[in-house]
């Protein structure tokens, strides 16, 4: 089945710092990968969608010069949390398919990354 | 995609069978019904999706009724690690379509 990775699971920075959190999509090419971010006791909160070789789609309210999203192959896809501040802690979440998978499961999820901002 | 409305916790205990309800009454009909769950600090999971038929796959068994106004998920031989937040999602079936999550059902497997 698809697998997809994400890292790192967990990181924890100093405020003002960026971090990247990669996705990779192991045994598919992902045309489309999607960022969620989810707080504690909460459901997941789509932040954007991406494209390989386009520019993300950003929902409303996330700022993108905040969240910096890379989709540059089809394999591989990067969220930068840019200059984080604490209330930017939170477990963040892709997910990504091919045409096949998505008429089959819909799509393969990360298995996450807590990040907190300290 | 259509909004759906499920219960905010259930029990069940260990090696009894779970059913977790879901009303989908605005749900269109080129939208299929797909079931999620999240196992604490993990990422979702997928479990089962359909269209109108029952489905059934090693994970459980996914009950339509027959207007496709709701749905049930049937885990037939609850474990402990079934215990998670299951996710009821509508949506149109095409690989740039998000998924958009409600606020799921969490199910507490018991000893």
């Known amino acids: 089945g698809a697998v997809v990775s994400q890292h790192p699971s967990r990181v924890i920075c100093k405020s003002g710092t960026s971090v990247k959190i990669e996705c990779r999509s192991l045994?598919?090419?992902?045309?489309?990968m999607f960022w969620y971010r989810q707080f504690p006791k909460q459901s997941l909160m789509l932040m954007a969608t991406?494209?390989?070789?386009?520019?993300?789609?950003?929902e409303q309210g996330v700022e993108k010069d905040k969240f910096l999203i890379n989709h540059a192959s089809l394999t591989l896809s990067t969220l930068t949390v840019t200059s984080a501040h604490p209330e930017d802690s939170s477990f963040y979440i892709c997910?990504?398919?091919?045409?096949?998978?998505?008429?089959?499961?819909?799509?393969?999820f990360g298995s996450g990354t807590r990040l907190t901002v300290v | 995609d259509a909004k759906t409305t499920q219960p905010t916790s259930m029990d069940c205990a260990e090696g009894r069978a779970a059913n977790l309800p879901c009303n989908h009454s605005t749900i269109s009909g080129n939208e299929y019904v797909y079931w999620y769950r999240q196992i604490h600090s993990q990422g979702p999971q997928y479990i089962i999706h359909?269209?109108?038929n029952n489905e059934t796959n090693e994970m459980a068994s996914l009950i339509i009724t027959e207007d496709r106004k709701s749905s049930t998920l049937i885990l037939p031989h609850a474990t402990l690690r079934d215990t998670a937040v299951y996710y009821c999602i509508v949506r149109v079936n095409n690989a740039g379509n998000m998924l958009t999550f409600g606020g799921g059902t969490r199910l507490m497997v018991k000893p």
């Open positions: 991406s494209n390989e070789g386009s520019k993300a789609t950003y």
């Open positions: 045994d598919f090419q992902a045309t489309t």
């Open positions: 997910s990504a398919t091919d045409i096949q998978g998505a008429s089959r499961y819909g799509y393969t």
């Open positions: 359909g269209l109108k």
